[in-house]
């Protein structure tokens, strides 16, 4: 695999650093306001779901697949059994079919790309030397890649698009004993598996003079073994039929979403045979490790934002780097509590509205910690 590299040395001035950080303030302001109601939203998004998960256990009436019983017209069901169907799904630019619920292309471009590792030094005066290493390399990616972006384009060009773009196909009707699945309940199937593809396949004349079938995928490009910029391999995927496990309201013979009194709306499939209460209790551990992902988004926001708006006291203090490094040290401490102390806050708020119990509690810890961290700074200001 070829590969080099670039390297250019920049300065920037203490003044060019002032103003950097003073644009930096506003970004961090953005940053900073946008992590609040983003917290709050999730947390009463997370309740909801919740409540609704709960209630829909506690309706949800499992019914066999073999026939469709009118008398649960509307209600929450369970169903299990295997997602069949007749449809053969075919790929015609490749000459490629499959009977399966899904059928999917899989596409991949050699192209260069483009990896940057940067080097800053303060120095004497408040300004910064950079060091910047653009490092460019040949490798296989599933997404076009842009050369026009790179530092250093020339030499290094890639194709502006594939030659053959990746898609999927999905059988029209997806049976469930004697149900029908809806179109967004066949979209979470998920069951992929590599397609096996037999050498006698016949493929379109089109494609005969300029792709060969090798190691179960067509290669476009003169040599597998040496490939060059632009050559590309499609391989395939199927979905095929699979027991599947499926909780949602029944309309007619087929699925819509439930919705509960909540506020939410339950739309479950699962892959293999599981019962209800497993199910639900798996969409409540997705809701949970969701919220934790969230709340921790939320939270980061908060400490670049701040970061961001604090960033022009340490840059002021570069004119002496240690001073700098001392005060950027201090700041982005003060950020870090800041934004615990905020987030806790603003999650403590938002279960008083909507988890008042749990939420005033909490709402006591947050005060504690910032009445404590108020303590500490005024002991270390008195110690100074």
Request: net charge positive.
């Amino acid at each position: 695999m070829s590969n080099d590299s670039f390297t250019e040395v920049t300065n920037e001035s203490w003044f060019g650093r002032i103003g950097g950080a003073i644009k930096g303030v506003i970004v961090g302001v953005i940053l900073f306001a946008v992590a609040f109601p983003l917290l709050f939203w999730n947390e009463g998004r997370a309740v909801t779901r919740y409540k609704t998960l709960k209630e829909g256990g506690g309706a949800v009436v499992s019914v066999a697949a073999e026939s469709v019983d009118a008398a649960n017209a509307g209600k929450l069901v369970h169903v299990t059994g295997k997602a069949m169907t007749d449809a053969t799904l075919k790929d015609s630019d490749f000459g490629v079919s499959a009977q399966a619920l899904k059928l999917k292309r899989v596409v991949e471009m050699y192209q260069w790309d483009e990896t940057k590792e940067s080097k800053t030094q303060k120095k004497l005066g408040g300004g910064t030397e950079t060091v910047n290493t653009y490092n460019y390399a040949k490798k296989w990616s599933g997404s076009a890649i842009s050369s026009s972006d790179f530092k250093k384009p020339s030499g290094h060009e890639n194709p502006g698009a594939f030659p053959y773009e990746p898609t999927q196909f999905t059988a029209d009707k997806v049976t469930l004993g004697a149900f029908t699945l809806s179109s967004s309940l066949v979209g979470m199937i998920n069951n992929f598996e590599p397609l096996s593809i037999g050498s006698d396949s016949l493929q379109p004349e089109p494609l005969t003079n300029k792709a060969k079938l090798q190691s179960n995928s067509f290669y476009i490009g003169a040599d597998s073994a040496n490939p060059q910029v632009g050559d590309t391999r499609v391989k395939f995927e199927v979905a095929r039929p699979a027991e599947v496990s499926v909780i949602a309201k029944q309309t007619g013979d087929t699925f819509e979403p439930y919705v509960a009194k909540a506020g939410g709306s339950i739309e479950l499939l699962q892959m293999g045979i599981q019962s209800s209460a497993a199910m639900i209790q798996k969409a409540q551990e997705s809701n949970a490790m969701l919220t934790w992902l969230l709340r921790l988004v939320g939270f980061v926001l908060m400490l670049i934002g701040l970061n961001l708006v604090f960033k022009p006291f340490s840059v002021l203090a570069d004119i002496v780097p240690i001073f700098g490094s001392i005060v950027g040290f201090g700041t982005g401490l003060l950020a870090f509590l800041l934004a615990s102390i905020l987030s806790l806050l603003t999650i403590a708020i938002a279960w008083v509205v909507y988890r008042p119990l749990l939420g005033i509690a909490l709402l006591v810890v947050a005060v504690g910690l910032t009445v404590a961290a108020a303590g500490k700074f005024k002991s270390a200001r008195k110690t100074s």
